[in-house]
């Protein structure tokens, strides 16, 4: 049926759907009934009689509510007819970028980013029927945009629909994160040009970083150890108990301490190792950092110093005793040849050889000899005077043999107080002596 002059010329009040794709116009006056007809964008009016007029109620009731669900959710609603013109500005987000709800209705896209042809590349390829999603930036905000075509009942396309949310927060998190990954993968190309190994873990012991130090370190490639436990994996060998140590790390953050590993090889790695942890916002122990260095050289040249230095020892002390030898000449009478010349040190092991060997044997006679002794000065007389006087306390008399006459000068010369030792020529005169007074007390 053809449309008369009064169907083409209906007045204003206009209700407008444009999220629904179509227009009632909406008239309650008397009159028949009227048809729809196309509407030159594809869109189509629907031209209401007084007797529908009831539909044109509802239909701006459900208006009301889908915008106040738009205006309620944190998007942006559009829609543009098949040459850029805004039929559809709905959605709370709007206000994030300065604009109402409805207040971008009839301005043309392709005018509006005439300055910005980057942000008409988008609708561009929407309208060439291309559904895509797209980042943009309005007023300061980061909006992510899902863009689909939308298509006549004969596949024509007559405009498109989109859907923008602001995604600021997010794309600044995302590019914070890229950020902060680039700068971890830097600090790792630089922890990779350490000798040293260093190794994350889980509190419960999962290896979670093994740097290039520690692959040349173990011999285990990092592949191989990620998700390992770390113990496992070197064979450690604690020098303490496990639960010590890690009651000490929980309590201080940290622990330092020497551990022995395997390589993949076999053989045994000594490292100086440095726990720290680290917790999270929480409080709660998340992971543990571990730095070894490898001490094993060190410690292989520290144990042989010590033998080197127990050898030296041991060849002190045969020195020391050839040095002072202590010979029984009967189970009572030890005789002490001194030769060479008499130091504090010597003098001081001389006494403790002496006082050790009558401690031993109980021997009631010693017999210093120092025939071959070159000087003896203030400080060899105090030493013999000394070791006379300790070796009394002991129950043993000590005789002394040898003096020479330079000597025997010396010794007035240093008012040296001999008068409670008994002095002998000779070694065979003292023997003598002592054989002679053991008898009498025999």
Not at 76 to 88: E, F, N, R, S, V
Not at 227 to 247: K, S, V
Not at 284 to 292: F, K, R
Request: glycine content about 8%; charged content about 25%; overall charge negative.
């Amino acid at each position: 049926m053809a449309e008369s002059a009064e169907s083409r010329e209906w007045p204003e009040p206009c209700i407008r759907y444009p999220f629904a794709a179509f227009e009632i116009r909406n008239h309650c006056a008397s009159g028949p009934a009227r048809s729809m007809r196309p509407c030159r964008e594809g869109l189509h009016v629907l031209t209401l009689s007084p007797r529908r007029c009831r539909m044109g109620a509802i239909m701006s009731e459900y208006e009301d509510i889908v915008r106040m669900v738009f205006d309620n959710l944190d998007v942006m609603a559009w829609a543009t007819d098949a040459a850029g013109m805004i039929k559809l500005s709905e959605g709370g987000a709007l206000h994030a970028i300065g604009t109402k709800p409805g207040q971008l209705v009839g301005i043309n896209v392709m005018d509006m980013y005439r300055d910005r042809p980057e942000n008409l590349g988008p609708l561009k390829l929407a309208l060439a029927g291309e559904a895509h999603t797209s980042l943009s930036r309005e007023n300061g905000r980061i909006l992510e945009t899902q863009l689909r075509p939308m298509r006549s009942p004969s596949g024509e396309v007559i405009g498109v629909a989109g859907l923008s949310s602001d995604v600021t927060e997010r794309e600044l998190a995302r590019q914070e994160l890229a950020r902060q990954t680039d700068e971890l993968r830097r600090l790792a190309e630089l922890l990779d040009l350490t000798h040293d190994a260093i190794i994350t873990r889980t509190i419960g012991g999962t290896i979670t970083y093994w740097n290039r130090g520690a692959e040349r370190l173990y011999g285990h490639e990092c592949g191989a150890a990620m998700g390992r436990f770390t113990h496992e994996l070197l064979r450690t060998r604690f020098p303490a108990e496990p639960e010590a140590i890690d009651r000490q790390l929980l309590s201080a953050g940290y622990w330092n301490g020497e551990l022995a590993h395997v390589h993949a090889d076999g053989q045994e790695i000594v490292v100086a190792s440095r726990w720290v942890l680290k917790r999270g916002k929480n409080g709660q122990a998340e992971e543990v950092l571990e730095l070894n260095t490898d001490i094993t050289a060190y410690k292989r040249a520290e144990a042989e110093e010590a033998q080197r230095q127990q050898l030296l020892l041991a060849q002190a002390q045969a020195i020391q005793e050839l040095s002072t030898p202590l010979i029984p000449v009967t189970d009572e009478i030890l005789v002490m040849p001194i030769i060479g010349t008499v130091d504090t040190i010597r003098a001081k092991q001389i006494t403790e050889a002496i006082l050790r060997g009558v401690s031993e044997s109980r021997a009631r006679f010693v017999i210093l000899d120092i025939t071959g002794v070159l000087v003896v000065d203030t400080a060899v007389a105090g030493a013999l005077l000394r070791t006379a006087h300790a070796a009394r306390l002991l129950g043993t008399e000590v005789i002394i043999t040898g003096i020479r006459p330079e000597i025997a000068q010396t010794l007035v010369q240093i008012e040296a107080n001999f008068e409670r030792l008994v002095t002998r020529g000779t070694l065979q005169s003292g023997i003598a002596f002592a054989l002679g007074k053991r008898q009498l007390h025999a």
